[in-house]
């Protein structure tokens, strides 16, 4: 790639576009709490959730519908539980001008869905206050230190003013959806992966645009395009 060049990568055989979701789960038979986000204020329907101001965090495996607008807050998962979260974006807006919009503290396995037909944004500012256990997690629009997976047959927008637009600490999977991220430094990261099955992404970088890096096991750190169509435009590679 040249300098602020831009990079089109087709992974689908017959060279057809599909954002069709290669997610492998059953949402049916499903009960999901749900999240409503109203401007400054969060409100929980169900079990696994609770709220402290603007910020919402899911203490327990299981599945959660989010839907409405956050002017400045955070979803946040934080659970010890061995099983998975599930985080369906039906329609949410999601602005934190400190921190990630949306962080993944502690969990097994986080699935992020993207509702069929919706459209989903998150937006962070240009400064975040870190805790004092921390000078530099989170760093991205998302940011999970769990396995992380999105799919879906919605949309996502990542507006990522900070730093990176998704970073996930272990292995990350795009799955499906039509994704779009705009961010100042680095578009998409995984630390031990970052696997491309389906979807169609954009991404937009003020550094690189895909990348993943493992500084301690060299058998990690793996970038895998299998499906869907990536679409780079990057200021580095």
Request: charged share 15%; no cysteine; hydrophobic share 35%.
């Given at each position: 790639?040249?300098?602020?060049?831009?990079?089109?990568?087709?992974?689908?055989?017959?060279?057809?576009?599909s954002?069709?979701?290669?997610?492998?789960?059953?949402?049916?038979?499903?009960?999901?709490?749900?999240?409503?986000?109203?401007?400054?204020?969060?409100?929980?329907?169900?079990?696994?959730?609770?709220?402290?101001?603007?910020?919402?965090?899911?203490?327990?495996?299981?599945?959660?519908?989010?839907t409405?607008?956050?002017?400045?807050?955070?979803?946040?998962v934080?659970?010890?539980?061995?099983?998975?979260?599930i985080?369906?974006?039906s329609?949410?807006?999601?602005?934190?001008?400190?921190?990630a919009?949306?962080?993944?503290?502690?969990?097994?396995d986080?699935?992020?869905?993207?509702?069929?037909?919706?459209?989903?944004?998150?937006?962070?500012g240009?400064?975040?206050?870190?805790?004092?256990?921390?000078?530099?997690?989170?760093?991205a629009?998302?940011?999970s230190?769990?396995?992380l997976?999105i799919?879906?047959?919605?949309?996502?927008?990542?507006?990522?003013?900070y730093?990176?637009?998704?970073?996930g600490?272990?292995?990350?999977?795009?799955?499906?959806?039509?994704?779009?991220?705009?961010?100042?430094?680095?578009?998409?990261?995984g630390?031990?992966?970052?696997l491309?099955?389906?979807?169609?992404?954009?991404?937009?970088?003020?550094?690189?645009?895909?990348?993943?890096?493992?500084d301690?096991?060299?058998?990690?750190?793996?970038?895998s395009?299998?499906?869907g169509?990536?679409?780079i435009?990057?200021?580095?590679?």
């Amino acid at each position: 790639n040249s300098p602020a060049g831009t990079t089109t990568m087709d992974g689908n055989s017959a060279g057809s576009v599909s954002p069709t979701s290669t997610l492998d789960l059953d949402l049916g038979g499903m009960t999901f709490t749900t999240i409503t986000l109203n401007g400054d204020e969060i409100i929980v329907n169900g079990s696994g959730a609770v709220v402290d101001g603007s910020t919402v965090t899911i203490t327990a495996a299981g599945a959660y519908d989010i839907t409405g607008t956050l002017n400045n807050g955070q979803v946040r998962v934080d659970t010890a539980d061995e099983e998975d979260v599930i985080l369906r974006l039906s329609g949410a807006q999601i602005t934190n001008l400190n921190s990630a919009p949306i962080y993944v503290v502690t969990a097994k396995d986080v699935f992020i869905v993207l509702a069929d037909g919706t459209n989903n944004a998150v937006t962070d500012g240009s400064e975040y206050t870190h805790g004092l256990w921390s000078t530099d997690e989170p760093e991205a629009a998302i940011y999970s230190t769990a396995d992380l997976t999105i799919g879906g047959n919605g949309s996502l927008t990542g507006q990522a003013n900070y730093n990176n637009g998704s970073v996930g600490k272990d292995d990350l999977t795009i799955a499906g959806g039509g994704i779009t991220v705009n961010a100042v430094n680095d578009g998409i990261k995984g630390r031990d992966s970052l696997l491309v099955t389906s979807g169609a992404i954009t991404i937009t970088a003020g550094a690189d645009g895909m990348q993943a890096s493992n500084d301690e096991d060299a058998e990690k750190g793996t970038v895998s395009i299998e499906g869907g169509m990536v679409t780079i435009t990057a200021a580095l590679d």
